[in-house]
């Protein structure tokens, strides 16, 4: 399935019912008062957030949405039925615009959690509503009211505990497939990854939790080169980041160069993510001579914890693992 994680889609509430316009007509009751019935409620448009949607794919094929309307009041008093609700579900983690304005309408951070974004009209009143001791036979009911139409923007963030970040071809995906069962698409050369991945990690007695797999930055990702924006804006709702480096491409001259790169671009997009807990982690340990260059960078950034591993190999990753696991614990923060 295609990762889609912007959609412009418009709504309509359902249109109140008319009310009824009718008299009572029975043997022996040749004329019968008026008794028209309601009309019925036209349905709401709701939106419903579920872990279960990872994209907006659904969203790509339609673009229009419209609740039930509401069915028309009869004769014998009998109300019209409400128009079914519309509830379109979208991912955990969406955020709803208006799409002329770009007004925050809603966000979503929460499993199941709902949110009414257009009442439908209301049924309109019978004839028989109308009747007065002056007025006995109103021969008019009144209509009912239009639904209510609006184009959205929903764009997603990904909600996820754990956002690996870091260059191109850091080693991100080997790293998920290494911690977790998912399989994305891995090969050694830059951005394989084009959208970013989520899997649920089982750490051994502690709650699983989520990583996510965002795609490689670049110097100038805060600006949208190389799609950085669009990906930036995945990490913002992570609970821990981590950064992961290349150890074997380290530069021995200037070790911290690839580190203060990312870092700078996580700052610049928003300043609240230098402020999330985050691990340093040197991967492709494998690598011949990638030992001593972990040494250069280790005493650079000293006296800073950097974890060593080999996602390729397995080297390492159980201890990561378990450190992440600690600290999602220490913070109430894990998902069941």
Known sequence: MKFIDEA???????????????????????????????????????????????????????????????????????????????????PAGTMVLNAQTGELIHDFTQDDEQFVLLAGGRGGKGNAHFKTATHQTPRFSQPGEPGKSLEIKLVLKLIADVGLVGLPNAGKSTLLSAISAATPKIADYPFTTLVPN??????????????????????GAHTGAGLGTRFLRHIERTRILVHLLDASVIDPQDPLHDYRTIEAELHRFNPSLSQKPRLIVLNKLDVAHAEALADRFEEAVWPTEVFRISAKTGMGTETLIRQLARILDHHGMSRS
């Open 8 to 90: 412009v889609i418009l709504v309509e509430s359902g249109h109140g019912g008319r009310g009824g316009l009718s008299f009572r007509r029975e043997k022996f009751v040749p004329k019968g008062g008026p008794d028209g019935g309601n009309g019925g409620k036209g349905g709401d448009v709701v939106l419903r957030a579920s872990l279960r949607k990872r994209t907006l794919y659904d969203f790509t094929h339609r673009r229009s949405f419209k609740a039930e309307n509401g069915k028309n009041g009869s004769a014998n008093m009998r109300t019209g039925r409400d128009g079914d609700d519309l509830i379109i579900e979208i």
């Open 198 to 219: 989520l899997a649920v990690v089982y750490p051994p007695n502690s709650e699983p939790f989520i990583a996510a797999d965002i795609p490689g930055l670049i110097e």
